[in-house]
């Protein structure tokens, strides 16, 4: 299956203990029996899966009559299974990639939702909120399905056992995305 990847997917699979290590409490890190290496025997599961995500590429126009109008370009994103939405503070790169059709999930949020509710939503709550007076126009240049680079840790180790998603590009404990794809919080 030919999907788009967000970002560069930079961590790999030796790259898994260091993440974890880093997104575990203080308290724990501070045990000297606990360390990168407790951590990587303690790994059951490791898979790599690719989470559904939408970005819409659109332009804010603000008409400032008699001077001509402010065109600003933002790009929206909505998770396409929890439904969290937001903007990115800058655009990321994208990139072509083959992949098992099986590490793939399923958006369960289609292309109509996604302008009828999501996307106004987002307009209204995050982009009107910078403009006082007069709401500015939307033009929207592109909607895409892209896909964000997960890996799925199972951890079991005599300190913890926990699961965790940690984000292919950066590293990071995606904590918060593994709590939303199990609650209906951002659906609309």
Same mark, same amino acid.
């Given at each position: 299956?030919?999907?788009?990847?967000?970002?560069?997917?930079?961590?790999?699979?030796?790259?898994?203990?260091?993440?974890?290590?880093?997104?575990?409490?203080?308290?724990?890190?501070?045990?000297?029996?606990?360390?990168?290496?407790?951590?990587?025997?303690?790994?059951?599961?490791? /898979?790599?899966?690719?989470?559904?995500?939408?970005? &819409?590429? !659109?332009?804010?126009?603000?008409?400032?009559? #008699? %001077?001509?109008? @402010?065109?600003?370009?933002?790009?929206?994103?909505?998770?396409?299974?929890?439904?969290?939405?937001?903007?990115?503070?800058?655009?990321?790169?994208?990139?072509?990639?083959?992949?098992?059709?099986?590490?793939?999930?399923?958006?369960?949020?289609?292309?109509?939702?996604?302008?009828?509710?999501?996307?106004?939503?987002?307009?209204?709550?995050?982009?009107?909120?910078?403009?006082?007076?007069?709401?500015?126009?939307? /033009?929207?240049?592109?909607?895409?399905?892209?896909? &964000?680079? !997960?890996?799925?840790?199972?951890?079991?180790? #005599? %300190?913890?056992? @926990?699961?965790?998603?940690?984000?292919?590009?950066?590293?990071?404990?995606?904590?918060?995305?593994?709590?939303?794809?199990?609650?209906?919080?951002?659906?609309?």
């Amino acid at each position: 299956m030919n999907v788009t990847i967000l970002g560069e997917e930079k961590i790999q699979e030796t790259d898994l203990p260091t993440s974890i290590y880093k997104s575990v409490k203080p308290t724990l890190r501070w045990n000297r029996n606990f360390s990168q290496k407790t951590v990587q025997e303690g790994m059951i599961k490791k /898979e790599r899966v690719y989470h559904p995500m939408w970005i &819409v590429k !659109l332009l804010v126009i603000a008409d400032r009559k #008699p %001077f001509k109008s @402010k065109v600003t370009p933002n790009m929206v994103f909505i998770d396409a299974i929890s439904g969290y939405r937001g903007l990115f503070p800058s655009i990321p790169p994208t990139a072509q990639k083959q992949v098992n059709s099986s590490d793939v999930k399923k958006a369960v949020i289609s292309k109509d939702d996604l302008f009828t509710r999501y996307l106004p939503d987002v307009q209204d709550k995050q982009i009107n909120r910078n403009y006082v007076l007069k709401k500015p126009r939307y /033009e929207i240049k592109e909607a895409e399905l892209v896909y &964000v680079p !997960l890996w799925e840790v199972e951890l079991h180790t #005599p %300190f913890l056992t @926990k699961s965790y998603y940690i984000n292919g590009n950066t590293g990071e404990s995606e904590e918060l995305m593994l709590e939303l794809t199990q609650s209906n919080t951002w659906k609309l």
